[in-house]
């Protein structure tokens, strides 16, 4: 009887302890190891980087619609490339207004002053001001922080109905970069000797008249 109430008093006092130490009888679970997020991959189409969530003027300028009838704007890679090295961009304040397939804004180059044609039809009612302060983000980032206006579109849908996108968008560009090797033959400038990416600034590694010569040709103005 004895026994039994000792053995009765030391649980209850484990018991006790337990309920006012828990942190020490607590077991270590193992914690799921954070996984890094996977960087979104971005399609190529003939050596281009071409987004399939941006819509396209067959002058290369994209437009990605950003909700409540604004639509952002830029060029694509394969402009950014024609460029070579922009110095400066040129083009309306916010406030002005855009006319689709009409004359947006200048960039100015190594070579000279290429005009690009607006891909929507708007009120401009931002600009990248980074953009302008760096004008090689273009380059770099065409399609994130190279960046150029975002406008306000009374008609949405009308402005991207008008521009390519998906197989279409895809097929436009594989026609482009094979147009633009033919010009540019027999120098293979336009891409690697192994078919891969559209060599960054080869608007560089062209004399100042083909370089007028192959930027009107693609750019449409």
């Given at each position: 009887?004895?026994?039994?109430?000792?053995?009765?008093?030391?649980?209850?006092?484990?018991?006790?302890?337990?309920?006012?130490?828990?942190?020490?009888?607590?077991?270590?679970?193992?914690?799921?190891?954070?996984?890094?997020?996977?960087?979104?991959?971005?399609?190529?189409?003939?050596?281009?980087?071409?987004?399939?969530t941006?819509?396209?003027?067959?002058?290369?300028?994209?437009a990605?619609?950003?909700g409540?009838?604004?639509?952002?704007?830029?060029?694509?890679?394969?402009?950014?490339?024609?460029?070579?090295?922009?110095?400066?961009?040129?083009?309306?304040?916010?406030?002005?207004?855009?006319?689709?397939?009409?004359?947006?804004?200048?960039?100015?180059?190594?070579?000279?002053?290429?005009?690009?044609?607006?891909?929507?039809?708007?009120?401009?009612?931002?600009?990248?001001?980074?953009v302008?302060?760096?004008?090689?983000l273009?380059?770099?980032?065409?399609?994130?922080?190279?960046?150029?206006?975002?406008?306000?579109?009374?008609?949405?849908?009308?402005?991207?109905?008008?521009?390519l996108?998906?197989?279409?968008?895809?097929?436009?560009?594989?026609?482009a970069?094979?147009?633009?090797?033919?010009?540019?033959?027999?120098?293979?400038?336009?891409?690697?000797?192994?078919?891969?990416?559209?060599?960054p600034?080869?608007?560089?590694?062209?004399?100042?008249?083909?370089?007028?010569?192959?930027?009107?040709?693609?750019?449409?103005?």
């Open positions: 009887m004895v026994a039994l109430l000792v053995l009765a008093t030391f649980v209850a006092f484990i018991i006790i302890d337990v309920l006012l130490h828990r942190e020490k009888y607590r077991f270590p679970v193992a914690e799921p190891v954070p996984t890094e997020a996977k960087p979104e991959t971005v399609p190529m189409v003939a050596g281009v980087a071409l987004p399939d941006l819509a396209y003027h067959p002058g290369h300028t994209w990605m619609q950003r409540h009838g604004r639509i952002r704007i830029g060029v694509d890679e394969f402009a950014a490339s024609l460029l070579g090295r922009v110095l400066k961009i040129e083009g309306p304040p916010a406030g002005r207004w855009l006319r689709q397939g009409e004359k947006g804004w200048t960039m100015k180059t190594v070579h000279g002053e290429a005009v690009m044609v607006a891909p929507v039809e708007g009120e401009i009612v931002a600009v990248n001001e980074r302008r302060e760096d004008p090689s273009v380059g770099r980032d065409p399609y994130g922080a190279g960046w150029l206006y975002e406008v306000y579109s009374p008609d949405v849908e009308v402005s991207l109905r008008n521009l996108s998906g197989a279409l968008a895809r097929r436009w560009m594989e026609w970069v094979m147009e633009l090797r033919q010009m540019l033959a027999p120098n293979a400038l336009a891409t690697a000797l192994d078919g891969g990416r559209l060599q600034e080869l608007g560089l590694q062209l004399g100042a008249e083909r370089w007028r010569e192959v930027t009107r040709r693609f750019f449409l103005v």
